[in-house]
């Protein structure tokens, strides 16, 4: 199939009269990209602006045409009838991107019925604060908001939330803690205003942790994520809910759920459901843990775990990216039972291709108990043989180059294994067994 060509078009016939922009495809053409932001005039008797079938994108400045009102396209990738300006996908139901909202005067609205996303400069000039259907936006890009009624220094004095009609984008400089409520019907924090981290963010209510899933995987909101809730919400929060904090703690009035060293487990079946987000460095285990749940550990910033004995089982599906995990240690000669295919990544699951983006610092993970010391590769064909060995007896556990899915992640155990006993004679059978 050959490559449809699309050209883009810089110019079109208005004047100064015009009450209609036409962006049509001109004869000839497949497909068409309009980008006029270069035009230095002001149109401001234009109030329609019509988009032919073949008009794939568009790029205007609202303060080229800040009075445009309706919007008429025959093109599937723009909505028709609207007000502003939204570039959308095939389907006629779907939210799409908010390209233009053509300067809002302050006493017209705002109605993001149809937004997902607000693009830079989308809101450039517009002066209303008045708006609807905030809890629609998932995502506002850099400079989304810039030029609009909230990029002024007088709305940024004091302390307290940055709210874009009932949607959270931020936080002044000046806040250190924030209770979230229900008046929050959405968090979508904006280039421009959330990078202010606040100290600590308090939930009252375990359903508002739902709204931090819009926040973002990579987005930070708090350093200590505060939990008062004194329900039992063990089902609600073992679906992964997205604690973007470094730190989570629980009202101890809680009789259901504890929190400790960043986790929280159940305070009866002593099983581990959450932890922070960005759960870092160093992390050990609570002592009254027994089981480790499904993606109980989201964060990819731990680099070594230490487990206590009451540990007996852990989810294969307990760390969602644990890349970064370089250590075991548990304090008896066996590992709880699924930890080794926790922690390691099957061939069979990844593309080869991206081990070798680990480097010699992740390909290898060093466990260490009481009684045994060795190295596992990170990178194997079955993890569940060598699982079942280091659950009944970590000191019967040897020749775990073995499992290795690839000869550089054989070798690299093998350097690791030869570095701590210095055993020529161990690395040199491997080589030459590796060689027939």
Known sequence: MEKEIVDIIKKVKITKRSKTLILDCPFGKDQVVYDLRDIKETYPNVTTLQIKEN?????????????????????????????????TGMFENTRGDLLNAFCLKSDEVLDLRHVRRICGMALDGCETPSINHADYIEDIDAGGLTGSYLDRPETFTGDGPIMFGDCLIGFKEETTS???????????LAVNFGKNIIQKLIISDYNLLDLLWTVGDDNQICDTLIINDCSDFRESISKNFCMNANHVEITPRNDYLKAANDMIYGSMDHKLYASARFLSGDIIIPKEVCSIGDYAFPSDRFTSIEIHPNVQTCSKQAFVNPEGLTLIKVHENKLPEGLISAVAYPMSCRYNEHYDDYGDRNAVIEVISDNAHFFIPRDMT???ELDEICFRDMSKVEKTYMYA????????????????SQDDEYIESILKREAL
Not at 58 to 86: G, K, Q
Not at 178 to 188: D, G, H, R, W
Not at 405 to 420: D, E, H, I, N
Request: glycine fraction near 4%.
């Open 382 to 384: 079955s993890s569940s």
């Open 178 to 188: 924030f209770e979230l409520t229900s008046s929050v019907k959405s968090i979508a």
């Open 55 to 87: 008009v794939i994108g568009i790029h205007l400045l609202n303060r080229t045409f800040p009075n445009i009102r309706a919007v008429l396209s025959d093109s599937p990738y723009f909505f028709n009838r609207e007000t502003m300006l939204i570039r």
């Open 405 to 420: 899915g690839s000869w550089t992640a054989a070798k690299a155990v093998m350097a690791k294994t030869y570095a701590l």
